[in-house]
């Protein structure tokens, strides 16, 4: 061997052991920050549009290249010094750090604390671990893994090998086609596994970063980079390269499309912080799902979840009805142009009949997934709920060419639909259709349920405004026709008049369904049916046969059908909250809307931050182990009630009009809403409230002038004096329900508008508190009904039997007795009467005004 060779293979060997030139940028504080200690089993995740980290707080966490799974049970173990005997990250983890860009967890030792961040590039098919180590003396961290490389079910490749190649630092995972390829390892890493390439089994592939001089890290971040997909292994290897020398850049770019994501989109400032950080973090929820499949294009799946040893990562396929309930909460905040891709990906699926999808694998490439699977068009909704998508989004944007351009989807979805109703009767059939409300079980024996109907009736109601955007007359005035048939038949069919209440179901043979359910809320939230009948369906579901503190059950209690986890049939769901409370609002009963709300909001905060889950256990505040962690539906709970019940904010983009009635606790003295896009104009609604006068200010940026509808719904009682805009009184119609009293206020709106509408106050009662927690069983009060007459305020409730309860009052001066309970100040005290333990019973009590 020549000198010259000795010295060349010094300075490889020399290059080879040199430290890396680690990044050392530092990571931004977010005011979105959600932190607590870290609970080892729970789940969260960190996702682009090509790529998905889904994990526990313990730091184990499986990796997918949509639509390829690349690794499962990746995790980290310590070795200090020389020891032998690892230090497993599961067993020391501290503390959780959750912000849109950045999941950080915290692993504490005697010797050493770790921040790991864990980093999901947008538009990347890749993620990072950046390791920010503080160590007192040499240390070894171990990542193993067991490689997969399966795309999602049902799909399936074998032959797979795994690798460590030297000169990248990384394993190399692959299958004989060389189609399919990821890569997983670090910069300082080298590699441990000796097992051959081509004998994966459940022993882990592993591979090391030795720390000899922990000094030399403090203040920089080591990356473990993991990246694959489908394509040319060359392509894949290239990525990973890439995103090794670029963490910063990535990180940068996520910050800033999160900054983007909130400054486009409405913005909300309520008196309750829990409100205002659970509608931000909706919005990122609803964000992550949007998928940028490599064979299929950008679509947006259900929900995420972690898949185990299994091969789909939660519901992470594209389901059409969800893409369609998840595009109301959309156009609710302004994100219409994300929910306008959502339904633009369910056209190329359209059955030739005009049927749309229920659900596609993303390993459409894999299979024939519509010829040799029963589940692609399986539900019977989804075609009238995309109809119903496109009129809200429409509604929202006024962007007619959408519709013209996509016309034939429109029709077709429609005509679909509408040969369903084999009997004529209004209704679409649920035999022909397919699915609806419910999947299995003795409950779909039926001809149709009031979920497909509702949904049904409402797109015949919106079709015939569709067809006039279009140009079509003639088709409009006879879906204008049928449309008052199918509004009929909702109402005739579905009004159980025995049991006072929209049905869920009636039979062939006519006969209705005899269950308390929720499922009549879809058509109350539309308003649909006669308003004194969907107030008497809602004060059902107002009781806790229904109503738990953490959100709606599937099925009465009471029922024979109920079983607490069973999924249709007793479950608690917060897609079905998202429909109650805000139908709950639309009829005016704030309070059991704020207390719906508000057990949606605290999921929020309770398992996977950020996130809601699917559905929880209709006995107690638990979520069973199957359900996915990352559901796009259960974000709707808050987002919805928020934006179309709470805040009453509608925007109708055609008319350049927004309604702005809110629902408010009535100690809340303020809300502002920004950022509303109108038509070209962004507006801005900055409403207060005092004891003596309620005022919205509006400012208008745009060149043509907005209509504002203003109705600010207060407590029942309450007298309402002049009204003024920009000091000028102005006539308005007054609006009285059981619960509220509302002045409505038309009004253009210039660049600076203020409204201002005179109150004589009364007493005025508050939502009550509901405390819950992980695992408890239900306990808080349940408002029924309240009614007032002859200046006494009337109030039916439920409690457990035995049980004292503690209510507010505002106005307190002008309270001039009670009976029924007992008050001390702004408090009232409620005794429940005697009954069974931990039942709940029915009391009543009075307030008498001045």
């Not at 449309?483 to 049991?499: G, L, M, P, Q, Y």
């Not at 229904?546 to 709606?552: A, C, H, K, M, Q």
């Not at 309970?821 to 009954?835: I, N, S, V, Y």
């Amino acid at each position: 061997m020549t000198l010259r060779t000795l010295l060349l293979s010094a300075i490889t060997a020399s290059l080879a052991t040199a430290q890396p030139n680690l990044p050392s940028f530092r990571i931004e504080p977010n005011d979105l920050l959600l932190s607590r200690p870290a609970q080892a089993g729970t789940y969260f995740d960190k996702v682009g549009r090509k790529f998905a980290v889904l994990g526990t707080e313990s730091g184990t966490f499986e990796a997918w290249a949509y639509p390829l799974k690349l690794v499962r049970n990746a995790e980290l173990s310590f070795f200090l010094g020389s020891s032998t005997e690892p230090v497993l990250a599961k067993d020391i983890v501290r503390t959780v750090e959750v912000t849109p860009e950045v999941t950080t967890l915290t692993y504490t030792y005697q010797s050493f604390t770790l921040r790991v961040h864990y980093l999901t590039p947008i538009e990347q098919p890749g993620a990072y671990l950046l390791l920010d180590l503080r160590s007192t003396e040499p240390l070894t961290i171990v990542c193993s893994f067991i490689p997969v490389l399966q795309p999602m079910w049902p799909a399936g490749l074998g032959g797979q090998s795994a690798r460590w190649l030297d000169d990248l630092k990384a394993y190399q995972i692959s299958e004989p086609t060389r189609k399919n390829t990821a890569y997983i390892g670090s910069p300082m890493g080298s590699g441990m596994s000796y097992t051959p390439a081509h004998m994966l089994s459940d022993r882990p592939s592993q591979f090391k970063i030795v720390i000899d001089k922990p000094e030399t890290v403090r203040g920089k971040l080591i990356p473990i980079v993991v990246a694959g997909g489908r394509g040319p292994r060359d392509s894949i290897r290239a990525t990973y390269q890439r995103l090794v020398s670029e963490p910063e850049l990535h990180y940068r770019n996520a910050v800033q499309h999160y900054r983007n994501l909130r400054a486009s989109t409405v913005r909300i400032a309520t008196p309750n912080p829990e409100i205002n950080l659970a509608f931000e973090w909706a919005k990122v929820a609803y964000d992550n799902l949007f998928v940028r499949n490599p064979d299929v294009g950008l679509g947006m799946v259900a929900g995420l979840g972690l898949s185990g040893t299994s091969g789909r990562p939660g519901f992470g396929w594209f389901f059409g009805g969800d893409a369609y309930i998840n595009s109301f909460s959309l156009n609710s905040y302004g994100a219409s142009n994300a929910a306008r891709d959502a339904l633009l990906f369910t056209h190329q699926w359209q059955r030739e009949d005009g049927k749309m999808a229920h659900e596609l694998t993303q390993a459409a490439a894999y299979v024939d997934w519509w010829k040799d699977y029963p589940y692609g068009y399986i539900h019977g909704d989804t075609s009238p709920f995309y109809v119903c998508a496109v009129w809200d989004n429409f509604r929202h944007t006024a962007d007619s060419a959408f519709v013209r351009e996509h016309w034939s989807v429109v029709r077709k979805a429609y005509d679909w639909s509408l040969a369903t109703d084999e009997d004529g009767d209004g209704l679409m059939d649920n035999k022909k259709a397919g699915l609806g409300a419910l999947e299995y079980g003795p409950l779909t024996e039926i001809q149709s349920d009031i979920y497909t109907g509702a949904v049904w009736v409402r797109a015949a109601a919106v079709m015939p405004s569709l067809a006039r955007i279009v140009g079509d007359t003639l088709f409009a005035q006879s879906a204008e026709t049928y449309s008052v048939k199918a509004a009929k038949a909702f109402d005739r069919r579905f009004w159980d008049e025995r049991n006072q209440q929209y049905a869920y179901a009636f039979t062939s043979r006519g006969q209705q369904v005899d269950i308390v359910s929720p499922w009549n809320s879809v058509g109350l939230m539309w308003e649909l049916g006669d308003p004194a009948r969907s107030v008497k369906s809602l004060l059902k579901l107002n009781s806790a046969e229904l109503s738990t503190d953490w959100g709606i059950r599937s099925l009465s209690n009471k029922s024979k059908y109920y079983e607490p986890l069973n999924y249709n049939y007793g479950a608690v769901w917060p897609f079905l909250s998202s429909w109650v409370a805000t139908a709950q609002f639309k009829h005016h009963l704030l309070l059991q809307g704020y207390a719906t709300l508000m057990a949606s909001v605290r999921h929020t905060f309770d398992h996977g931050l950020g996130v809601i889950t699917e559905v929880f256990s209709g006995s107690q505040n638990i979520w069973p182990q199957e359900a996915v962690a990352h559901q796009g539906f259960s974000s709707a709970s808050v987002v919805l009630p928020l934006m179309r019940g709470l805040a009453g904010l509608e925007v109708d983009a055609p008319r350049r009009t927004v309604h702005f009635s809110p629902h408010l606790p009535a100690d809340w003295d303020r809300l502002t809403l920004q950022n509303i896009s109108v038509a070209g104009n962004t507006v801005a609604l900055e409403y207060s409230r005092t004891r003596t006068k309620a005022t919205v200010k509006v400012r208008s940026i745009g060149a043509q002038p907005v209509q504002v509808v203003f109705a600010p719904a207060l407590g029942i009682g309450t007298g309402v004096g002049k009204a003024r805009v920009d000091g000028r009184e102005i006539a308005y119609r007054l609006i009285v329900s059981s619960q509220t009293v509302q002045p409505l206020i038309e009004v253009p709106a210039g660049a600076e508008t203020t409204v201002e509408v005179e109150l004589l106050p009364t007493v005025e009662l508050l939502p009550p508190p509901v405390t819950t927690t992980t695992g408890a069983p239900n306990r808080s009060l349940k408002i029924l009904a309240i009614n007032f007459k002859d200046k006494q305020l009337k109030v039916s409730v439920e409690g457990l039997a035995r049980e004292t309860y503690e209510l507010t009052i505002t106005n307190d001066d002008l309270l001039q007795s009670v009976s029924g309970c007992r008050r001390e100040g702004r408090k009232l005290f409620l005794m429940m009467p005697e009954g069974p333990a931990e039942e709940f019973v029915r009391s009543e009590f009075m307030l008498t005004v001045r």
